[in-house]
């Protein structure tokens, strides 16, 4: 019977747990990390990272580069662009 009691006990924690218990311990970690490691702002505003398409084609050759130049309408965007199809 204390075994049964056990078992009970131990399905409602994880439920609990599960619902509720892994958002609260989340909250709290990410507390705990805000107090101990404070955020750096990086100063640098001029950075742009380059940007990556990767384009899925199957005999569309004739297609490739218009449906290419749909993905980058600025004109920054065409000037970090890297492709690989």
């Given amino acids: 019977m204390m075994g049964l009691v056990i078992v009970f006990w131990f399905c409602l924690f994880i439920v609990f747990y599960t619902y509720i218990g892994y958002g609260l311990l989340l909250f709290c970690l990410v507390k705990i990390n ?20 990767f384009v899925a084609a199957y005999n569309e ?8 130049k749909t993905y980058s309408p600025s004109i920054i965007l065409r000037r970090k662009l890297k492709m690989f199809g």
């Fill in 34 to 53: 805000k107090l101990l490691a404070p955020v750096h702002i990086l100063s640098n505003t001029d950075f742009e990272p380059p940007v990556t398409l």
């Fill in 61 to 68: 050759k004739d297609f490739i580069e218009s449906k290419c």
